[in-house]
């Protein structure tokens, strides 16, 4: 079974930064999709970042601050996030697919304060 574990999260004041990681069980080869969701308090989950079969696509609320990137030796997919918002506060979720199934993490807070 796919496991994902992800790390990172935490409190930091507004204009900060943060780089969240994703441990994942097996070979990163194997997924063609990877990416990051995030859930806000009485919000529906959202995609942040998402990597594609190699393409890499953002939301448009997070263009120019996130960088989403894979390290295959650590079997890990990162997020640097920059110029933190109290928007962006929220649980942080890892998804990755394989043959059309989604695993996912048990996420990562990350709160902002203004």
């Known amino acids: 079974q796919v496991q994902l574990v992800e790390s990172g999260g935490g409190s930091v004041q507004a204009g900060g930064s943060l780089r969240l990681a994703c441990a994942v069980s097996?070979?990163?080869?194997?997924?063609?999709?990877v990416g990051w969701y995030r859930q806000a308090p009485g919000k529906m989950r959202e995609r942040v970042a998402r990597?594609?079969?190699?393409?890499?696509t953002y939301a448009d609320s997070v263009k120019g601050r996130c960088s989403i990137y894979r390290d295959y030796a650590k079997r890990a997919v990162n997020l640097q996030m920059n110029r933190l918002t109290t928007d962006d506060t929220g649980v942080y979720f890892c998804n990755a697919r394989s043959n059309g199934r989604d695993h996912w993490g048990q996420g990562t807070q990350v709160t902002v304060s203004a």
């Open positions: 097996e070979d990163l080869a194997g997924f063609n999709t």
């Open positions: 990597i594609f079969n190699d393409v890499i």
